[in-house]
Nanobody
Framework: QVQLVESGGGLVQAGGSLRLSCAAS????????MGWFRQAPGKEREFVAA?????YYADSVKGRFTISRDNAKNTVYLQMNSLKPEDTAVYYC??????????????????WGQGTQVTVSS
């Protein structure tokens, strides 16, 4: 049974930082692409970042967010700096190996975490 458990969300002022973690179990972690997506109220889920060994970022977070992974700990991280109110959303981590889809597409991932809330106040 594959499980992804996010942590690290919370309330932060604009300009602040948060670090999200996602602990994975149930599959060979290093073999899979790990991604972060987010969903704000009333909006569709959107890509944030992915790590396949190479890293990929949405334009909206490039230069502010950093995705990293520790294969020994089966954990992927999302360091978020210079946070803005528009970064407010539920953040989900995902794991997948559907290489026929782009790493930026939710369709590339077959397992998802439960989400962690990030709220950025102005």
């Amino acid at each position: 049974q594959v499980q992804l458990v996010e942590s690290g969300g919370g309330l932060v002022q604009a300009g602040g930082s948060l670090r999200l973690s996602c602990a994975a179990s149930g599959r060979t972690f290093s073999s899979y692409v790990m991604g972060w997506f987010r969903q704000a109220p009333g909006k569709e889920r959107e890509f944030v970042a992915a790590n396949s060994g190479s890293t990929y970022y949405a334009d909206s977070v490039k230069g502010r967010f950093t995705i990293s992974r520790d294969n020994a700990k089966n954990t992927v991280y999302l360091q978020m700096n210079s946070l803005k109110p528009e970064d407010t959303a539920v953040y989900y981590c995902a794991s997948g190996d559907r290489s026929w889809y782009s790493n930026t597409s939710p369709r590339a991932y077959d397992y998802w975490g439960q989400g962690t809330q990030v709220t950025v106040s102005s």
